[in-house]
């Protein structure tokens, strides 16, 4: 009976077990971040976890090897241990044997942006993104920081800058959830849209 229960259980998709290691690692961030502030090490620990985020995102075959679960737990945190021995704290190579010993390493592929989430709610930083047709002139970029300020309240705006030429013109700003859209690209979809829904239907 169980077993056939197990198999006809609906099988686990890839965003479900995504979902889940963010869930892990949003905990086990919010672990870190708490014993970071208890140690006084918490700017440093801040370092560890941008390192480790830059390192999961240039690196996809160590995202695959942490999510493999034929490879064992020791082998994992001695890769892990020749990448970040000395370049990070002594409590976040810690944290790591911690992890792989609750078999929790996955985890780390979103341990780092959540742990950045975090902090910035701690620290009260508001992050925004924003893609441009070129690159922020310094006029525009305090413009871009000014509007993130006034649509959230919050003075410190931690912005990150992307260029994308196909804009044509204009800005896509994004705050959390929210998007504010001002580019050509934009403006020509929506006019595009708008000629569709009124073209001009004669009647037979």
């Given at each position: 009976?169980?077993?056939?229960?197990?198999?006809?259980?609906?099988?686990?998709?890839?965003?479900?077990?995504?979902?889940?290691?963010?869930r892990v690692a949003a905990?086990?961030?919010?672990?870190?971040?708490?014993?970071?502030?208890?140690?006084?090490?918490?700017?440093?620990?801040?370092?560890?976890?941008?390192?480790?985020?830059?390192?999961?995102?240039?690196?996809?075959?160590?995202?695959?090897?942490?999510?493999?679960?034929?490879?064992?737990?020791?082998?994992?945190?001695?890769?892990?241990?020749?990448?970040?021995?000395?370049?990070?704290?002594?409590?976040?190579?810690?944290?790591?044997?911690?992890?792989?010993?609750?078999?929790?390493?996955?985890?780390?592929?979103?341990?780092?942006?959540?742990?950045?989430?975090?902090?910035?709610?701690?620290?009260?930083?508001?992050?925004?993104?924003?893609?441009?047709?070129?690159?922020?002139?310094?006029?525009?970029?305090?413009?871009?920081?000014?509007?993130?300020?006034?649509?959230?309240?919050?003075?410190?705006?931690?912005?990150?800058?992307?260029?994308?030429?196909?804009?044509?013109?204009?800005?896509?700003?994004?705050?959390?959830?929210?998007?504010?859209?001002?580019?050509?690209?934009?403006?020509l979809r929506k006019l595009?849209?708008?000629?569709?829904?009124?073209?001009?239907?004669?009647?037979?």
């Amino acid at each position: 009976m169980a077993d056939n229960q197990l198999n006809n259980s609906p099988p686990t998709t890839d965003n479900q077990t995504n979902m889940a290691d963010q869930r892990v690692a949003a905990r086990y961030a919010k672990s870190l971040l708490d014993l970071g502030q208890e140690m006084g090490t918490l700017d440093a620990v801040k370092q560890d976890m941008d390192l480790l985020s830059k390192t999961m995102t240039e690196s996809r075959e160590l995202r695959l090897l942490l999510r493999n679960p034929i490879v064992k737990h020791d082998k994992k945190l001695a890769i892990l241990t020749a990448i970040f021995q000395g370049k990070v704290s002594d409590v976040t190579m810690r944290f790591f044997s911690i992890l792989t010993q609750k078999n929790r390493e996955s985890a780390l592929e979103s341990m780092g942006t959540e742990f950045q989430v975090q902090y910035n709610i701690l620290r009260g930083i508001q992050a925004a993104e924003v893609t441009s047709a070129a690159p922020l002139t310094a006029v525009s970029r305090l413009e871009i920081r000014k509007l993130v300020t006034q649509q959230t309240g919050h003075a410190d705006v931690q912005l990150t800058e992307k260029v994308d030429p196909e804009l044509i013109g204009g800005f896509v700003l994004r705050v959390g959830d929210n998007q504010i859209d001002d580019s050509v690209r934009t403006s020509l979809r929506k006019l595009r849209t708008s000629l569709q829904e009124n073209t001009y239907q004669p009647k037979l």
